[in-house]
């Protein structure tokens, strides 16, 4: 409007020209384009989405009655027992379960029997049948309330985890609870974008009428087989994805840590009852390895994964065989971290301490061989021997007349005690350098082995090879710094799950690493992987095969589907009469053959001489 007459005006010329100009319109799909990119990048709408939910949707509160001794550090009366039996010899049919440290008696689990078993199993069936209709948002609020009652009793599943294996606070924290709740933020946060369809997959010339896809679709019933090392992580871990793929997970504890199970299998049943779904979604398998085998052979199990030794592993493979029913095996470990000479000590330290004595060394990526270059090896031993000797050892809770501030603590299966001490003492028969430890804590009433550093080691002794799962450090001269020597050492050993090494050239490390043949590495830094939960957890060789966690991990858990379909509406596939039944003998081989000519041989001419070839015979 022109303010000398208050009549309207048209626009300028010019402005009319830069709407319509090429740099107009260059810029406009830049921008478009740019916006797309940032989208499949950072999916800014899907996250979008997800924080309106949890903007507007709340997650109930669980309320779970706790026994005195899950609630209390000094929960537990009575005396240590001399001797540790499972099996309830007045009641073959019970479990009975014991503090590790403490050596006392805390209660009793049932032995379920393979009849049991599959009547569990029976019901996961038919709740899992239900759980498959659910959407991915209800699936979340139900990991999002166990989620809740975690972040609000930290100390109580740490008391419980600390009391059934014996392991520090800290130490729980950081293995237990940690682990887990990134693990569901994580899959709250991505699992429903990895589990969507793929929307595109190439369908090469011949079907380029057709449009392909995958999808994700829920297997059944996952059984989980759980070690005893970490009982709450284990418990909760594959049900966490399983249930989010859209599976009932039916888990095995063992037989040396299920006392907690009660506790926290309430914790699962009791968010998936809150939300109005069936608990029998997930369910907890007691006993010795007779249910485990039950659980192995069932038919309604569709697929097991396996946490444990490598001998019990291929036990479990043999029986899942009788179904062909598929397996992730994670198996033992016997990881290298590596110090080069440009390492900084001081930095180095507290790694290694925490990579051989968290949870006493029982971890499936615990450090069990410490490779040292040849210049930095005294300095290394002169620093870490008085910082193990220092390590506090005893009772991680306060009772029983401990005061809780421990910083190892127990082994948590008998027989492991003795094993540990039989590689210890070849070791040093073979020439090894005890430094400290060597045996068994005569301080302690419970089963501790005293923290342990072996130097000297080598190839000839059973320690170099095999899995110790207890707090020993062993050390290895890399001779003369060398990259290749450091290589050749860490991969002479069966097995192959983690790795790290520590250097001041982090490509280098990563140069170096590559070549160590293992599922997992890491540099300058030690199990980072693991609260990296978009990666895949896996090894090789007797480490096992197949991997949990991440994108790989959570879509292993669901049947994948191909599906191809017409591409636009009335252009199908046809087969053309020289080659539909019965095959004309003159003309059909001569066709097919032409079909190959045109789409796969890279001679213009042939190409030519197939269209013409199609034409004559078709």
């Not at 000398?4 to 319509?20: F, H, I, K, R």
């Not at 709408?45 to 000094?74: G, K, N, Q």
């Not at 095959?583 to 190959?596: A, R, V």
Request: charged share 20%; net charge neutral; aromatic share 8%.
């Amino acid at each position: 409007m022109s303010s000398e007459t208050g009549q309207c005006v048209p626009p300028a010329e010019g402005m009319m020209a830069d709407l319509s100009s090429p740099t107009f319109y260059g810029t406009a799909i830049l921008i478009a384009l740019t916006l797309y990119l940032i989208q499949e990048k950072f999916q800014v709408l899907y996250h979008l989405s997800l924080w309106i939910e949890y903007l507007t949707t709340s997650v109930p509160t669980l309320e779970i009655e706790m026994t005195l001794a899950e609630s209390s550090d000094d929960g537990v009366k009575g005396d240590a027992v001399k001797t540790i039996e499972l099996v309830d010899k007045s009641n073959p049919s019970m479990l009975n379960c014991f503090d590790p440290s403490t050596r006392q008696f805390l209660g009793q689990v049932k032995i379920m029997t393979p009849t049991e078993v599959h009547e569990i199993l029976v019901k996961a069936k038919k709740a899992q049948e239900e759980w498959s209709k659910t959407t991915f948002a209800e699936r979340r609020k139900v990991l999002r309330t166990m989620q809740k009652y975690i972040c609000d009793h930290v100390e109580d599943i740490c008391r419980v985890s600390s009391r059934e294996s014996g392991k520090p606070m800290v130490d729980a924290v950081l293995g237990e609870v940690t682990t887990t709740c990134e693990k569901i933020r994580t899959i709250c946060e991505w699992g429903e974008l990895w589990l969507r369809p793929s929307n595109y997959r190439p369908t090469g010339p011949m079907m380029v009428h057709k449009k392909a896809w995958l999808e994700y679709v829920p297997l059944g019933i996952i059984a989980a087989i759980a070690p005893w090392n970490y009982p709450f992580h284990n418990s909760i871990n594959h049900v966490i994805s399983g249930i989010m793929a859209g599976n009932a997970v039916v888990g095995k504890v063992s037989e040396h840590a299920s006392w907690s199970s009660t506790y926290y299998g309430k914790i699962m049943k009791k968010a998936l009852e809150v939300n109005g779904h069936n608990p029998d979604l997930v369910a907890t398998i007691t006993g010795m390895a007779e249910a485990g085998q039950a659980l192995c052979n069932d038919p309604l199990v569709d697929k097991i994964i396996f946490t444990g030794s490598t001998p019990i592993g291929r036990k479990v493979m043999a029986a899942a065989a009788k179904n062909l029913t598929p397996v992730i095996l994670e198996l033992g470990g016997k990881d290298a971290m590596v110090l080069r000479h440009d390492c900084k000590l001081d930095t180095v330290i507290p790694w290694v301490m925490r990579g051989c004595y968290q949870n006493s060394g029982q971890n499936c990526v615990g450090v069990e061989r410490v490779l040292v270059y040849e210049s930095l090896h005294d300095k290394f031993l002169e620093a870490i021997v008085p910082k193990v000797k220092g390590i506090r050892q005893g009772i991680p809770l306060k009772t029983c007349g401990s005061d809780g501030k421990v910083d190892c603590g127990s082994i948590i299966m008998p027989s492991q005690m003795d094993i540990i001490q039989s590689l210890v003492d070849d070791a040093v028969s073979k020439g090894a350098i005890l430094h400290c430890g060597g045996k068994k804590n005569s301080g302690l009433d419970g089963q501790f082995f005293e923290p342990t550093v072996l130097s000297g080691v080598t190839a000839e002794m059973k320690i170099f090879h095999e899995e110790v799962f207890g707090p020993i450090m062993t050390v290895i001269k890399v001779p003369k710094d060398s990259d290749e020597e450091c290589v050749r050492i860490v991969n002479d050993c069966a097995f192959g799950l983690g790795s790290s090494i520590f250097t001041g050239d982090a490509t280098k490390g990563i140069e170096v690493g590559r070549q160590f043949r293992t599922g997992m590495l890491t540099v300058n830094d030690y199990a980072s992987n693991y609260l990296v939960q978009s990666l895949p957890f896996g090894g090789c060789k007797e480490s096992g095969h197949g991997r949990f966690a991440g994108i790989e991990g959570l879509r292993a858990l669901c049947l994948e589907r191909s599906i191809v379909a017409d591409r636009i509406p009335g252009v199908k596939t046809s087969i053309p009469p020289c080659i539909d039944f019965p095959i004309d003998s003159q003309k059909g081989f001569p066709f097919t053959e032409s079909l190959i000519q045109l789409f796969y041989n890279e001679s213009l001419f042939a190409k030519i001489k197939g269209i013409f070839g199609l034409i004559k015979n078709g």
